[in-house]
């Protein structure tokens, strides 16, 4: 049987979860997950956004983005 020791508890105070910086959490990533592509995308201010497409949607996603960036 394990024992845990624990602090005794100060009037006025709980314990909180650690906070995580909101720093984009990561550089892009694109995978190959079963049949389709996986892109996940770091947002301003923190999370991602998840897309999932197919390799038809994949190649519309990267003709689209050069006809822009030129």
């Given at each position: 049987m394990a024992v845990v020791s624990r602090r005794p508890?100060?009037?006025g105070s709980?314990?909180?979860?650690?906070?995580?910086?909101?720093?984009?959490d990561g550089p892009l990533?694109?995978?190959?997950e079963g049949?389709?592509?996986v892109m996940r995308v770091p947002l301003e201010g923190g999370?991602?956004?998840?897309?999932e497409m197919s390799a038809d949607e994949a190649t519309d996603l990267g003709e689209a983005l050069k006809n822009v960036t030129g």
């Open positions: 508890p100060v009037e709980f314990d909180m979860a650690a906070m995580k910086p909101r720093t984009g990533e694109v995978t190959k049949r389709g592509i999370g991602r956004l998840v897309v």
